[in-house]
């Protein structure tokens, strides 16, 4: 198995703290996320890693096995970062791993052990991470519905609890075929159209398509990153004790 973080963005929301370096290098709990990711995706038997760079992309080089530089950065989303490993993803099966989520090995190993061309998990227990994360959960939070394992909808704003059966982590698995189906569903799109998806709008496109993407559950164990705010949270609630979200 081989994987693939997508890290090239600045995470404009961490405000000074990526002034200089990635947002995926962002310390947490004395470490990199990249590191906590890497590590995590080793223990569950990943044997290669990449990392599609952009920003600051010289302060990745000591991280993954191999690097993958999407030189539109700037201006595209976060699909388009994965576009830039088209040949990878048409050759191998790879974890994809969003750049400012952190993790455990089980989470991956669950994902892995998907059996389905295209595969995410989604957190179960995304409303005590939520509530702690906003005021108002629902204003963050997008709807989710499965069905026997199988993803039904995603992407769009919730506007009740009931509409949001977990919380996609930013983790899929895509299999070559996988990727195929994917590149026949970009090739529908207005030409570069599919540069600007975000990942949850991809998936949604994918679904109105007819393609099957396994759902599968975890019960806690991650965290994302957008804020130092969110930062200063985790490591409060790892001094405190037992928490459901403790990716270690």
């Given at each position: 198995?081989?994987?693939?973080?997508?890290?090239?963005?600045?995470?404009?929301?961490?405000?000074?703290?990526?002034?200089?370096?990635?947002?995926?290098?962002?310390?947490?709990?004395?470490?990199?996320?990249?590191?906590?990711?890497?590590?995590?995706?080793?223990?569950?038997?990943?044997?290669?890693?990449?990392?599609?760079?952009?920003?600051?992309?010289?302060?990745?080089?000591?991280?993954?096995?191999?690097?993958?530089?999407?030189?539109?950065?700037?201006?595209?989303?976060?699909?388009?970062?994965?576009?830039?490993?088209?040949?990878?993803?048409?050759?191998?099966?790879?974890?994809?791993?969003?750049?400012?989520?952190?993790?455990?090995?089980?989470?991956?190993?669950?994902?892995?052990?998907?059996?389905?061309?295209?595969?995410?998990?989604?957190?179960?227990?995304?409303l005590e991470l939520?509530?702690?994360?906003?005021?108002?959960?629902?204003?963050?939070?997008?709807?989710?519905?499965?069905?026997?394992?199988?993803?039904?909808?995603?992407?769009?704003?919730?506007?009740?609890?009931?509409?949001?059966?977990?919380?996609?982590?930013?983790?899929?698995?895509?299999?070559?075929?996988?990727?195929?189906?994917?590149?026949?569903?970009?090739?529908?799109?207005?030409?570069?159209?599919?540069?600007?998806?975000?990942?949850?709008?991809?998936?949604?496109?994918?679904?109105?398509?007819?393609?099957?993407?396994?759902?599968?559950?975890?019960?806690?164990?991650w965290v994302e990153?957008?804020?130092?705010?969110?930062?200063?949270?985790?490591?409060?609630?790892?001094?405190?004790g037992e928490w459901?979200?403790?990716?270690?």
């Amino acid at each position: 198995m081989k994987s693939i973080t997508l890290a090239a963005g600045r995470g404009s929301r961490l405000g000074g703290l990526t002034a200089s370096t990635p947002k995926t290098l962002m310390q947490l709990a004395g470490k990199p996320l990249l590191q906590w990711q890497l590590e995590a995706l080793k223990a569950a038997g990943v044997t290669h890693s990449n990392i599609v760079t952009g920003y600051c992309a010289e302060a990745l080089q000591p991280f993954a096995d191999a690097h993958i530089y999407n030189p539109e950065w700037h201006n595209t989303n976060i699909f388009g970062s994965l576009l830039c490993a088209t040949a990878i993803l048409a050759s191998d099966t790879h974890i994809v791993s969003y750049g400012d989520i952190v993790y455990r090995a089980d989470s991956v190993a669950k994902l892995m052990a998907a059996d389905a061309p295209i595969a995410i998990t989604y957190d179960e227990l995304w409303l005590e991470l939520w509530q702690q994360r906003f005021a108002d959960p629902l204003s963050d939070a997008e709807c989710f519905i499965q069905q026997d394992g199988w993803l039904q909808k995603i992407g769009s704003r919730a506007t009740a609890i009931k509409d949001i059966q977990g919380q996609y982590m930013g983790l899929l698995k895509i299999t070559p075929q996988g990727w195929q189906q994917i590149c026949e569903c970009i090739n529908t799109l207005p030409s570069g159209q599919g540069k600007q998806l975000d990942m949850t709008t991809l998936l949604s496109l994918l679904l109105s398509l007819g393609v099957r993407i396994a759902a599968v559950p975890v019960q806690g164990g991650w965290v994302e990153v957008d804020t130092p705010s969110d930062i200063r949270l985790y490591e409060s609630q790892l001094a405190v004790g037992e928490w459901s979200h403790d990716w270690r």
